[in-house]
């Protein structure tokens, strides 16, 4: 099969052939013809791990899956704001996919947190589309590096989770262009990821599975994807409309009932069969590149003889990323601890870590660390105590019924009291956040805020590590803490990461890669989440997460891109050179603390004078860059030019709008430390006019001005007139008694000057 080319093989298919190989064979295996040499492929999910399942799967596909490296999810990986690391990460779950003879996995998740209630939250990058875009992209090079497909997902505007399967997103243009489909079109034109799967949602009315415009007019004509368009798992309502559309593979299998349908609708001529061909042709090439990966004709079904990986480098990796993607949030110099101080660990999560969320991306890991072992390991002989403060959901009932809350409150109280120091791991358990349902709330359990009370009543000098998928409300923890340590779900290694980031064996360089806001009422989805009778309206259009809070001058508990470290940075002499192809940024950053430590530089752009609604600011560059204690560097960025464009929703294009751009370099979109102003030259945009132009955008025309402008005379030697009319549609004020003209006839006269400048 491989000496022959995909649409070769599909012709020497008959047609109940080419229909089966566009559905599932099971729940995680491709459609094979056998009699074509078509073997079968595995796809598993992921983002974060492989969950391939042992044995036979179960009717939703949660069972028991093999041991494989629990990397931390996305919510933590968007800390990083590092590709090349998240690269690595890639590339160590190609080899463990590989490894399980894994053809696709499926990830990575790149949806924009819209909403800090999305349940799944914990699975998606940011809530910028450049972070989500570039880290992304960087996932899918090192995953497919080592010959097994991504699956970028889910596409498009999955944002919550309540109805999901049926809910009508309604977005307006530019919305949906620039926030939620931005970072799909990163990934797919950089990094060529073999699959995409498309979500369950509806998009304006229509299901994501059966939508043409998105799945052919965009992702294919528009991106030029030339991969495969897979369903996500029970996400296709019409498989025929969505084999029309560009839907190529159904997954799981429908035992044959819509593969039937599709053989029923080309013979009655309500499918075109080149449709069908277009994407069996598809599965073949993608089970083509599954074979190339293993070398042989069996497929990529099954385990590679010979290959493996080595767990204890891949735990090391996960440990490595993991504290990179610790978030210092507070500091008041308590952090990081000696050796000697004497240390109450208090808190269920410090024992029994929460390391990442429930749902289809459960991974059983290789092996668990926990912050407490890994504290010990950094502390002096019996200077770590420990008290657990609460019980978590999973705990052996016969345990939790050892001692009631107040009794572990009494105990944790003693510890913090008898320490010098109170390390407290509060976070969300696992009931709280999942996939398929949404957070009621932001707020941290009740009892564990209590508890945080009780403890800095004992002891002030207490240090907050948080376990949590989204986002939570800071108050109570922000006013009765000397630190605060976002820890998010950071993996099987997350503990012993933790410990080294308390104990200052890796300063902390986390970057929050998501707002967190002082109120759940403050989050620009909060009257549009999750909707009503079936749609959820996007009703804060562009303005989703920091450039909401920017716009709108909002007091945030801590802003997109914040992070602290246990040394300091200064920037300096900023340059910003534009050219044909964007804008060259170069910035000196200085590390003038004691310590080692790494900068996250982050270069915003905006564009006071825009003709159309932008936030105040938007990442448009970031990179990191690690510096020895009083170290210089210069670090040099580049804005590309198509990310300086805007949806025009007139011309249906990317359009570079001309004028001043605010150049900004910082620590945070709140803490800029440079800025600089430099003269963009803006796109052509040549606009038809018409009789329902405005006054104003005719008269801007000099040739269409001098159309109507006998006509008009009376009115346009009136300034004031001229700003009160200058809005309304120029037939309209033709149409007025006492032009002496016929507004027909200079309707034609327009469209003359359209056919000549070629405008239609």
């Known amino acids: 099969m491989l000496a022959l080319l995909p649409e070769e093989v599909v012709a020497g298919l008959t047609l109940e052939e080419k229909a089966s190989l566009t559905s599932g064979s099971s729940f995680w295996f491709t459609q094979g013809v056998s009699r074509a040499g078509i073997p079968e492929v595995l796809l598993t999910d992921g983002p974060h791990g492989v969950r391939k399942q042992r044995g036979g799967a179960d ?41 399980e003879g894994v053809g696709v996995l499926l990830g990575p998740g790149i949806n924009i947190k819209r909403s800090p209630l999305c349940g799944r939250n914990f699975e998606y990058l940011s809530e910028d589309p450049f972070v989500s875009g570039v880290l992304g992209a960087a996932l899918v090079r090192g995953l497919q590096s080592q010959g097994v497909g991504a699956s970028l997902k889910h596409f498009a505007a999955n944002n919550q989770e309540a109805d999901r399967m049926r809910v009508s997103a309604d977005v307006d243009e530019r919305p949906l262009r620039e926030i939620y489909l931005r970072g799909f079109q990163r990934v797919v034109t950089e990094a060529e990821p073999w699959t995409l799967m498309c979500s369950y949602n509806k998009i304006n009315g229509t299901y994501a599975s059966q939508n043409r415009w998105l799945l052919t007019d965009v992702l294919r004509g528009e991106w ?244 949590n998928g989204g986002v939570v409300r800071l108050g109570e923890v922000a006013d009765r803490s000397a630190a605060v340590v976002e820890g998010w779900l950071l993996g099987q290694a997350g503990g012993t990461a933790v410990a080294d980031v308390l104990y200052g064996a890796v300063n902390p360089s986390g970057r929050l890669a998501e707002t967190i806001p002082h109120r759940l009422q403050d989050s620009p989805a909060y009257l549009d989440f999750p909707g009503e009778r079936g749609h959820v309206r996007y009703g804060e259009g562009l303005f989703v997460g920091y450039r909401w809070y920017d716009a709108r001058d909002l007091d945030v508990a801590h802003p997109f891109g914040h992070g ?45 004078s825009s003709d159309v609604a932008r936030p105040p600011r938007e990442l448009k560059a970031f ?54 102003t430099v003269a963009v030259v803006g796109d052509e945009v040549a606009m038809p006019l018409t009789l329902e132009s405005s006054l104003d955008e005719v008269m801007a025309d000099p040739e269409a001005a001098q159309l109507v402008r006998e006509g008009l005379s009376r009115f346009l030697d009136d300034p004031d007139m001229v700003k009160l009319i200058g809005s309304a549609p120029v037939g309209r004020i033709l149409g007025f008694p006492g032009t002496g003209v016929v507004p027909a006839e200079v309707g034609a006269r327009l469209e003359r000057l359209n056919a000549e400048r070629g405008l239609t």
Request: overall charge negative; charged content about 20%.
């Open 623 to 676: 990179g990191s860059v690690a510096l020895a204690a009083g170290e210089s560097r210069v670090v040099e960025l580049r804005v590309s030019r198509a990310d300086l464009a805007c949806w025009d929703i007139r011309a249906g294009a990317w359009v570079v709008e001309g004028g001043s751009y605010a150049v900004e370099v910082g620590a945070s979109s709140r803490d800029i430390r440079g800025s600089e």
């Open 564 to 608: 602290l470290s246990y040394t300091t940075f200064e920037h300096s002499g900023l340059s910003v050179t534009p050219d044909a192809e964007g804008l060259a940024v170069s910035v000196t950053v200085t590390n003038t603390g004691e310590r080692d430590g790494r900068e996250v530089v982050q270069v915003y752009t905006g564009l006071a």
């Open 59 to 99: 009717h939703v596909g949660l069972a028991d899956s093999v041991p494989a490296t629990c990397f931390p999810p996305a919510v933590a990986l968007g800390s990083t704001f590092d590709p090349d690391l998240l690269e690595r990460v890639g590339v160590a779950l190609g080899e463990e996919a590989a490894a």
């Open 224 to 467: 030029g994807f030339t991969g495969l368009v897979m369903s996500d798992w029970g996400a296709v309502d019409d498989r025929v409309a969505g084999v029309a559309a560009g839907l190529d593979l159904e997954m799981p299998s429908s035992e044959g009932r819509t593969d039937a349908e599709v053989v029923a609708a080309v013979r009655d001529g309500s499918l075109a069969e080149a449709a069908l061909d277009l994407a069996a042709t598809r599965v073949v090439d993608l089970v083509q590149k599954a074979l190339r990966r293993d070398g042989h004709d069996s497929g990529g079904s099954h385990r590679v003889e010979g290959a493996g990986y080595d767990v204890d480098a891949h735990h090391a990796l996960a440990r490595e990323v993991a504290a990179r993607s610790v978030v210092l949030l507070e500091n008041d110099g308590i952090l990081p601890l000696a050796p000697t101080t004497r240390v109450a660990v208090i808190g269920a999560f410090a024992a029994q870590p929460r390391y990442q969320g429930a749902g289809s991306s459960l991974i059983n890991p290789t092996r668990l660390d926990t912050a407490l072992d890994g504290m010990r390991e950094h502390a002096a002989e019996g200077t770590v105590t420990y008290a657990a403060g609460f019980v978590l959901g999973d705990t052996d009932p016969a345990a939790a019924a050892a001692q009631t809350g107040e009794e572990l409150v009494r105990e944790a109280v003693a510890a913090a009291a008898a320490s010098d120091v109170a390390v407290l791991f509060l976070g969300l358990p696992a009931e709280l956040e999942s996939e398929g349902f949404d957070r009621a709330d932001i707020e941290l359990p009740a009892e564990q805020v209590a508890l945080l009370g009780a403890v800095a009543d004992a002891n002030p000098r207490v240090v907050v590590v948080l376990s």
